[in-house]
């Protein structure tokens, strides 16, 4: 993996509304195109929400009672949910000379698979076979479950959006809808694989998310 040092908002503490984040998000990309700002990685938990690509089918929404928010973005990817106990990375960066959005991607999975390694979690990201839907993400290798979801977007060579790791929390609002546009998909968390007795609080996976991500505080 390539060094990627990045400066680190840490707003863990609290839960972020997603329309709120996309505005901020949206003023971070503009300081970063400007120069205004160094890369920068920011960390936040959502209220309960659903996101969606602009390739998602609406077969794969959730039913209107469900009375969760649905949220359209300009991100790459398909459904995806957050909610409390999901730590979410949107990082704002330059790309790399001779870097992609895809290779961006590649390397966002495998800071993951490093951090999930670290906390006691065989994962990996998996390519995708020819005329399937993406697997654009990170899964456990000892149960084959889905462990982070990953969509994101470059505009004027600064990436937006990023990652959602599902750390804690109900897993049951997955089943509401068709999730990264797998039917199949099961969705698990840190907590799920691991039990209630040997999972990380959130500080810990923060700060291995921050390690494995070279980010440091502060920044805002």
């Not at 995806?80 to 949107?90: I, S």
Request: charged share 25%; hydrophobic share 35%.
């Amino acid at each position: 993996m390539k060094s990627r040092p990045l400066t680190l908002i840490d707003d863990t503490d609290h839960l972020t509304e997603y329309g709120a984040a996309m505005d901020r998000m949206q003023e971070m990309w503009e300081q970063r195109v400007a120069d205004e700002r160094p890369d920068t990685l920011w960390l936040l938990s959502h209220e309960q929400t659903f996101t969606i690509g602009r390739r998602t089918p609406e077969a794969h929404l959730p039913a209107p009672e469900t009375n969760i928010p649905v949220f359209t973005t300009n991100r790459g990817g398909q459904l995806t949910y957050h909610a409390p106990g999901q730590l979410v990375g949107y990082l704002i960066a330059r790309l790399q000379p001779g870097e992609g959005v895809v290779d961006l991607i590649r390397d966002v999975e495998h800071r993951i698979v490093a951090v999930l390694s670290e906390l006691g979690i065989p994962a990996e990201r998996r390519d995708t076979p020819p005329g399937s839907e993406l697997l654009t993400g990170v899964w456990t290798r000892d149960t084959g479950r889905k462990i982070t979801s990953i969509g994101m977007r470059v505009g004027r060579n600064v990436s937006t959006h990023g990652f959602a790791l599902n750390v804690t929390g109900d897993l049951t609002p997955w089943k509401l809808a068709i999730a990264c546009g797998l039917p199949d998909v099961d969705m698990t968390s840190v907590e799920r694989e691991l039990g209630d007795e040997k999972a990380p609080t959130m500080r810990q996976v923060v700060a291995a998310v921050a390690e494995a991500f070279e980010a440091t505080e502060p920044a805002q």
